[in-house]
């Protein structure tokens, strides 16, 4: 499956996204953010920060809950002259104003936390005195070229508060995988890199993240895209050809997903600690997931994702949270294909949904028309550009 990496520019448009598409394997399930992506909850829009990476995010009418694997962080702001308070179950301050003026919560991995955004502003009065650090690249800083074999000079400054090691890493698949370049290193500025052997790309990026007692506490991302020149082999590309779609339907799209499982063509696990294409909670809480046969728990991102799969909730499992947490997370639920068109927030253009979250754009209105009826029109989701990261972009239907 290809996964969108979003990236650190706005507003990003579909057609730019389609382009914009970073490989990653079937079985990732994590998501990093190049872009700061805005996150609508309850009527208030929040700010994912670029460098964020989480496993699950489910956002609920007034909050999201957020879960980090091991060494993973996310930020999150609530901006604004008077940005109101992101309160928490993680025990973190609901308020933390930046000199900007707005409120950071930064999250560490391994952990699953509810945010529900405040109806009332944090106290701004002391803003200009916050010490929270902020890191900011220098170079490689997007435009460069680096040569396999290369000493190079990587460079950062640091305002703010105290920033007391990083940790360095580096992307050749545009945000898709972080090897390390070096861990716990000293916050002096600057590191002499021999650039490794590596696979020439134009969507390299470079890392800084900010680390104090184990826990990240600030990150950046190279603005934009720099080059490697490597030699090792390259895995030829998928086709750039457009291939028009021929014979979509949705209504055998629909039926050809009788299950999330087979939708995502799960393999059959030998011990399953829930019952295989069950839905299941934990006593008291709101969020639900989908038990596949792989043994994993899939997150339904939101209520519209669930009900194109699902009427209500009648039948859900619950379980206690000590037998939950013994389920792995197998990644996110997409909507079932042929019930609903998606778009993003912040583009107009409109998809058909196929098996595994495989998005089509649907080209011309006499296309809809014939797949999804005259009112085609009153069936399609927006998609908020924080999930869109679950899905990839595939060939057109033009006719």
């Not at 908020?384 to 990261?389: G, L, N, Q, R």
């Amino acid at each position: 499956m290809r996964m969108t990496i979003l990236r650190k520019s706005s507003p990003v448009s579909v057609a730019v996204l389609s382009v914009l598409i970073g490989l990653m394997p079937a079985a990732a399930s994590a998501a990093t953010y190049l872009q700061d992506t805005n996150l609508v909850v309850g009527g208030q829009t929040l700010k994912v920060m670029a460098g964020s990476e989480y496993q699950s995010l489910v956002v609920a009418s007034n909050s999201f809950m957020v879960t980090l694997a091991e060494g993973q962080a996310f930020i999150v702001r609530s901006p604004g002259i008077f940005p109101m308070s992101l309160d928490n179950d993680a025990l973190q301050p609901g308020c933390r104003v930046l000199t900007t003026r707005d409120n950071q919560l930064i999250l560490n991995g391994p952990r699953t936390v509810t945010v529900t955004p405040g109806t009332a502003p944090c106290d701004t009065s002391n803003y200009s005195t916050d010490t929270t650090p902020f890191l900011a690249i220098s170079q490689p800083n997007g435009g460069e070229t680096l040569k396999e074999g290369q000493a190079y000079q990587i460079f950062w400054s640091t305002s703010g508060g105290t920033v007391g090691n990083v940790r360095l890493s580096y992307s050749t698949d545009g945000g898709a995988t972080w090897p390390t370049i070096v861990d716990n290193k000293s916050n002096d500025g600057f590191y002499s890199w021999t650039v490794p052997s590596v696979t020439t790309t134009d969507n390299a990026r470079l890392r800084v993240q900010g680390v104090n007692q184990g826990l990240v506490t600030a990150i950046d991302i190279s603005n934009s895209d720099f080059r490697f020149e490597g030699t090792k082999t390259a895995v030829p590309p998928p086709s750039m050809i457009i291939t028009p779609v021929v014979g979509y339907d949705p209504a055998d799209a629909t039926q050809d997903a009788a299950t999330i499982g087979i939708d995502k063509n799960l393999p059959h696990a030998l011990f399953n600690t829930c019952i295989a294409d069950t839905r299941i909670k934990v006593i008291g809480q709101d969020a639900v997931y989908y038990c596949g046969r792989d043994g994993k728990r899939y997150v339904f991102p939101n209520r519209k994702t669930h009900d194109t799969w699902y009427e209500g909730f009648n039948g859900v499992v619950e379980l206690d949270l000590a037998t939950m947490q013994k389920i792995p997370l197998g990644g996110n639920v997409t909507y079932r294909p042929g019930v609903r068109m998606v778009k993003i927030q912040t583009a107009n253009e409109v998809f058909a949904v196929d098996a595994n979250g495989l998005l089509h754009h649907i080209a011309t209105e006499a296309a809809a028309k014939r797949l999804y009826g005259s009112d085609w029109n009153k069936k399609i989701d927006d998609l908020p550009d924080a999930f869109f990261v679950n899905y990839a972009i595939g060939d057109p239907i033009l006719e």
